[in-house]
């Protein structure tokens, strides 16, 4: 996908610029970068920036990680990968901790989308 599609898609949703995604966008392309590792996607801007770039150049994955509770953010991850389309570079993962018992923790990680 071309930079100004998903830079119209995403305008006005934070939180990255579109300059930064810009930034992101070539960085991907001039790097053939097929493999991103994303701590924290909160709405999913950045993450369709890049996932725009490895679209553009025909192949890539995204992992990106954020709390759950980042799906309730408006709009959301899935929300925006649906919009453009996107969503085949994309692996989202919600890490959560529960607790077995009163003494021991287990933490562990669940993708994020159905
Ligand atoms: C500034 S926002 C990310 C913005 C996004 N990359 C963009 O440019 O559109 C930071 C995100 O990191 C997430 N985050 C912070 N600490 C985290 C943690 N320990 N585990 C998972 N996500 C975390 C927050 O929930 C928040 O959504």
Redesign the pocket.
């Known amino acids: 996908m071309e930079f100004h599609e998903v830079a119209r898609l995403l305008e006005g ?4 610029s579109a300059e ?2 810009q930034q992101l966008y070539d960085f991907i392309i001039e790097g053939n970068v097929r493999d991103v590792l ?10 369709c ?1 890049m996932a725009a770039a490895l679209d553009q150049q025909g192949a890539g994955k995204i992992t990106t ?3 759950v ?2 799906r309730d ?1 408006e709009p959301n991850l899935d929300q925006l990968l649906e919009r453009s389309g996107l969503g085949r570079y994309v692996h989202p993962v ?2 959560t901790v529960s607790w077995i018992g009163s003494t021991a923790g287990r933490r562990s990680a669940a993708t994020c989308t159905s």
């Open positions: 949703i934070p939180y990255i930064r995604g994303e701590l924290g996607f909160a709405h999913g801007v950045s993450t920036y990680i954020d709390t509770v980042a953010r919600c890490p």
